[in-house]
Structures are given as structure tokens and as C-alpha cells.
């Protein structure tokens, strides 16, 4: 392949530019946190939470993390989710919840599996093991 060969492939269009940007990762990140919020066993990790905030912060990681050019510049997460107690039912509720707004807003399945995959490899940092284990 020449060097002309390569200027004229078209570009790989990100997850992010696909689902309609920063519109459409807007929606889903409120869709997502009115179903984290209506979940009981979610609701008590929100109390006295900014979620303005939040909710900025999930769209430029959920846009970063779709290739967009929103760039995340909150806290590390695992700073962020410390001493939240935090478990992996938990976690596993929050990705549900993640792929039920993205399915719900009619993002392909393969851009959903991308993207929760990528959301998915955040666990070690969010999730607290317990000192006393079984």
C-alpha cells in the first residue's frame, strides 16, 4: 500500500462519534444514574453525592472511553470510590444498569460490549475486598 492509498481510506469512526456524541453519551449518562438511583441496593453510595458533578465526570469517562475527545479529569478512581465498601454485586448492578441506558438509548451491542468491557476493567479500582475473608 502507497502513501496515496492511505490518504484516501476513511477514517474509523470512534463508538463515540457513533452513538451521536457528546448528546447521546449525555443521555445515556442520565438515563443510567436515574436507574442506579432507583436501586435500593445502590441508593445508600449516593447520599449527599453532588450529582451535577457526577454526572459530569460519567460523561467525559464514558466519552473517553467511547474515543471521544472529551478527555476524564476527575479523581483517580480508586481515591475516588475509597472507603465506599463497594462490592462486586454492587459493581455488577452498576454495569447492568450501564448496559440497560446504552440499550435503551439503541447503541449497538458491539459498542455496548466495548464499552462495558473497558467500564468492566475499572473493578479492581472501585471494588473493596474485605479484610475478613471466608
Do not use: W
Amino acid at each position: 500500500m502507497n502513501s496515496l492509498d492511505l490518504q484516501t481510506q476513511p477514517e474509523a469512526q470512534s463508538d463515540y462519534a457513533a452513538v451521536g456524541g457528546a448528546p447521546a453519551v449525555t443521555a445515556v449518562v442520565n438515563r443510567f444514574y436515574e436507574l442506579v438511583l432507583a436501586d435500593d441496593r445502590l441508593l445508600k453510595h449516593f447520599e449527599g453525592i453532588e450529582m451535577v458533578r457526577l454526572k459530569r465526570h460519567q460523561v467525559a469517562l464514558v466519552s473517553q472511553v467511547m474515543g471521544g475527545p472529551v478527555a476524564y479529569e476527575g479523581r483517580d478512581l480508586r481515591a475516588a470510590h475509597a472507603n465506599m465498601g463497594i462490592t462486586a454485586e454492587e459493581f455488577g448492578a452498576v454495569a447492568e444498569h450501564l448496559i440497560a441506558a446504552l440499550t435503551e438509548a439503541g447503541v449497538p451491542a458491539e459498542i455496548v460490549d466495548r464499552t462495558v468491557t473497558a467500564v468492566a476493567a475499572t473493578q479492581p479500582d472501585i471494588v473493596e475486598v474485605s479484610a475478613t475473608q471466608d
